[in-house]
């Protein structure tokens, strides 16, 4: 499956889901779009902007229909203020492997200005962010899996980053790409795990209603 620069929600494999008790439901939420603009106190961990606002407002319908037992977040602004609209309330679990592999970096480059910094990242070359992409998916795996350990039977809800997204869905298909398809802000892709499974991906992008599980 090749999806890069697909925006599109994808479901895959909903039948199987169907009439079976889901071990844990895993619902990765991308954060809303960050402030621009010379005003950011920290150009590295910008704030929501407030369209990124309304794209968490957008999406709390889902989360809430849902419902969740756990919520955790990336401990960059743009993810915890949104975990925050999101989950009004709940107690947040900061968990910073969840962070995304710009973590650190002196200013945020928005994905969408193509910036020339993300001809490295899309070639599996991270090394201007300080890291590797093996070192990137290790701290997802173990993040990710903390989290299973954690809350058995039980539905998760984690708001993280587009990368991070991308890289556990393509460590879940074997796949060395870095960006599969492309995460709107706002967007819940779910995964599920069953012991005698794994990890499977249940939907991709959703931001509208559509079928509960």
């Known amino acids: 499956m090749y999806l890069k620069n697909s925006t599109d929600r994808v479901v895959v494999n909903w039948s199987r889901c169907q009439g079976r008790e889901a ?19 920290d150009p590295g961990d910008p704030p929501l902007s407030p369209t990124g606002r309304k794209h968490l407002e ?12 756990a919520v955790y977040c990336s ?4 993810a915890t203020e949104s975990a925050e609209i999101l989950a009004p309330g ?16 002196k200013r945020y480059l928005h994905w969408e200005d193509g910036a020339g910094a993300y001809r490295s990242y899309l070639a599996g070359d991270l090394s201007p962010w ?15 899996e903390r989290i299973r350990e954690e809350h058995p039977g039980e539905r998760v809800l984690a708001v993280t980053h587009g990368g991070v997204i991308n890289n556990f869905f393509a460590m879940l298909l074997g796949s060395g ?3 599969l398809f492309q995460p709107r802000y706002g967007s819940i892709n779910r995964f ?9 991906v249940v939907e991709l992008n959703a931001t509208g209603d559509r079928p509960q599980i």
């Open 23 to 41: 071990r844990v439901i895993l619902s990765l939420v991308r954060h809303g779009e960050p402030e621009r603009g010379s005003g950011v106190t």
């Open 177 to 179: 790409q870095v960006s």
């Open 90 to 105: 709940a107690r947040l679990r900061v968990e910073p492997d969840l962070a995304e592999f710009d973590r650190g970096a």
């Open 192 to 200: 599920r795990y069953l012991p005698d499974e794994g990890w499977t």
């Open 130 to 144: 300080g890291t590797t992409l093996a070192e990137f998916r290790n701290r997802i795996h173990g993040a990710i």
């Open 75 to 78: 401990p960059l602004l743009r």
């Open 58 to 69: 957008g999406a709390r319908g889902l989360v809430e229909a849902d419902g969740y037992d």
